[in-house]
């Protein structure tokens, strides 16, 4: 640890942290619980859990795949919104187990981080971990993307320390492989990109037994076991569709478009906006709506704007240092080099995709590039100016936010009609609160 962060360390007690902490937690939560719910895929996840709460049925399929008009297969999704409903019946029920569960995960994250990278300092890691936009807007609220997250931590943490050129050493080999089977089936449960994590865990298999092939016969036990820890609520999926119809329902999914290939340049832009301050996705879907949330918050622009270039400035840095040859650690460069490969995998998968790139849609790959990032942001932080303008970015972050608080609070939040959702709880008809996509769709079929 550097001199400025022991000292840091040294001036905060073991309150302090906590508190600190709580509070973290707390920002986290209320800016969950006013964002976005009347969007069209917050909406619908928010509807899986209430349907299961009101009707009392087993939730067999999750999200929808709106491309081809299938579910995720498996009730975790389900289970983890309407499952508060049953031990709280309020509205905001499910945003405080998703915050818990989220925040707990980021825990993992920067705690995993710190011993990897300890010189960097802990007001930035900290802070960028819980208030960075893509740890803020995307892990907060209800949203399948945002319980992606809490696997994806787990399985990255988990292939790192099982492959010999990025392993430190700080997580042991059978907690690793029971991570990674662990992290596989929870997002197989909340969205498709888990294939992907599925090939690359093969890929960590193949590496690791090369390595000690006996201690990855071991390794297979522990990484089920995990599987069956995250799967055991796909279960009754498998047995209510058999193991046949769960897999063709994925596999409608897989479409042939090698022409995405060509979008290597804008994958690769939002693989690394992972890790930098993105703030134009988070304002407004195109440059209209953009431009009108700067004319709106007007006192926030100036910051949203230095902001925004500075994201841009942030991920360029990640991109140029991913093939620029600089002085690095083994462990560093076995990182860099699994982020390369990480990049090419999401890229490749697109040519397998039916739908075409989207940040949010590769958002498993978050952890890695964060790790990656992590390991520029302790070299560049020992300069005094690049510490101050961290505080800066931080304060741009800050204002910017407040500013996207306000504006779902009024616009988009759960706040906008509160009293239609607490009526279909007490009530127990999720109806009254909306449609499911999967029974419209049916409708549709049967008109047809």
Same mark, same amino acid.
Do not use: C
């Given at each position: 640890m550097s001199s400025a962060a022991a000292g840091t360390s040294r001036r905060l007690t073991r309150p302090a942290v906590v508190g600190l902490f709580a509070a973290a937690f707390l920002v986290r939560l209320l800016f969950g619980v006013t964002n976005?719910?009347?969007?069209?895929?917050?909406?619908?996840?928010?509807?899986?859990?209430?349907?299961?709460?009101?009707?009392?049925?087993?939730?067999?399929?999750?999200?929808?795949?709106?491309?081809?008009?299938?579910?995720?297969?498996?009730?975790?999704?389900?289970?983890?919104?309407?499952?508060?409903?049953?031990?709280?019946?309020?509205?905001?029920?499910?945003?405080?187990?998703l915050n818990v569960l989220s925040f707990a995960a980021l825990l993992l994250l920067g705690w995993y981080v710190a011993r990897r990278q300890?010189?960097?300092?802990?007001?930035?890691?900290?802070?960028?971990?819980?208030?960075?936009?893509?740890t803020l807007n995307m892990s907060a609220h209800v949203v399948n993307t945002?319980?992606?997250?809490?696997? $994806? /931590?787990?399985?990255?943490?988990?292939?790192?320390?099982? +492959?010999p050129a990025t392993?430190?050493?700080?997580?042991?080999?059978?907690?690793?492989?029971?991570?990674?089977?662990?992290g596989v089936l929870w997002v197989y449960q909340e969205h498709l990109s888990a294939a992907l994590l599925a090939l690359l865990a093969a890929v960590v298999f193949v590496v690791a037994w090369r390595e000690d092939a006996r201690g990855a016969r071991r390794g297979i036990g522990w990484a089920a076991l995990g599987g069956v820890v995250a799967g055991a609520t796909l279960l009754p999926t498998v047995l209510a569709a058999g193991a046949g119809g769960v897999?063709?329902?994925?596999?409608?999914?897989? +479409?042939?478009?090698?022409?995405n290939l060509l979008r290597f340049p804008q994958v690769a832009?939002?693989?690394?906006?992972? $890790?930098?301050?993105?703030?134009?996705?988070? /304002?407004?879907?195109?440059?209209?709506e953009r431009l009108a949330f700067l004319a709106r918050f007007w006192w926030a622009a100036p910051f949203v704007v230095a902001g925004a270039i500075v994201g841009v400035v942030q991920a360029a840095v990640l991109a140029i240092g991913l093939v620029v040859p600089r002085v690095e650690s083994p462990q560093e460069r076995g990182v860099r080099r699994a982020t390369a490969i990480a990049l090419g995998a999401v890229a490749a998968s697109f040519v397998f995709s039916v739908r075409r790139p989207a940040s949010h849609a590769f958002y498993i790959a978050m952890p890695l590039v964060v790790i990656y990032a992590f390991s520029w942001w302790e070299r560049l932080l020992r300069w005094s100016w690049c510490r101050r303008v961290a505080?800066?970015?931080? /304060?741009?972050? $800050?204002v910017a936010h407040v500013?996207? $608080?306000?504006?779902?609070?009024?616009?988009?939040?759960?706040?906008?009609?509160?009293?239609?959702?607490?009526?279909? /709880?007490?009530?127990?008809?999720?109806?009254?609160?909306?449609?499911?996509?999967?029974?419209?769709?049916?409708?549709?079929?049967?008109?047809?």
């Open positions: 976005d719910f009347w969007g069209d895929d917050e909406f619908q996840v928010y509807l899986i859990g209430l349907q299961f709460y009101t009707t009392g049925i087993w939730p067999l399929y999750g999200p929808d795949v709106v491309y081809t008009h299938t579910q995720v297969p498996g009730g975790l999704q389900g289970l983890l919104v309407g499952g508060p409903l049953w031990i709280v019946q309020e509205p905001e029920a499910p945003y405080a187990l300890p010189d960097v300092p802990r007001w930035w890691l900290w802070s960028w971990m819980f208030f960075s936009p893509w945002s319980y992606v997250m809490i696997g $994806a /931590i787990v399985y990255t943490i988990s292939a790192l320390e099982l +492959v392993r430190a050493g700080i997580v042991r080999r059978a907690l690793a492989w029971f991570g990674l089977g662990f897999a063709a329902r994925t596999g409608a999914n897989l +479409v042939f478009e090698p022409a832009a939002q693989f690394f906006s992972f $890790a930098s301050l993105e703030l134009p996705r988070f /304002i407004g879907g195109n440059t209209d505080v800066a970015v931080l /304060i741009a972050s $800050a500013a996207i $608080a306000r504006r779902n609070f009024t616009d988009r939040s759960l706040y906008r009609d509160r009293a239609l959702v607490v009526r279909a /709880i007490q009530e127990k008809n999720y109806r009254l609160l909306g449609e499911r996509r999967p029974d419209i769709w049916r409708l549709e079929r049967e008109v047809r």
